[in-house]
């Protein structure tokens, strides 16, 4: 429940058909964020092009969190 609270803090929805899978939308660029079994793996897309990284759920939350905000 905490991290789904941080997800929406950040702006992110929860997509309807996968409880799963958000969705991140900034100006220059979107992301999906799906919560996966050890990790939290990020797509972003931006003009065309897109890519993926993933964090260990170990990882501060400071420190994912400005790695989704920096973008593709």
């Avoid at 050890?38 to 939350?61: I, K, M, N």
Wanted: proline letters at 6%.
């Amino acid at each position: 429940m905490a991290l789904e609270a941080w997800l929406s803090e950040l702006g992110a929805h929860r997509t309807s058909n996968d409880p799963c899978l958000w969705l991140l939308s900034m100006p220059k660029w979107s992301a999906e964020i799906k919560l996966e079994v050890d990790q939290l793996r990020v797509s972003w897309h931006a003009d065309g092009t897109g890519s993926e990284c993933c964090f260990p759920y170990g990882l501060s939350r400071g420190d994912v969190e400005t790695a989704i905000n920096e973008g593709p």
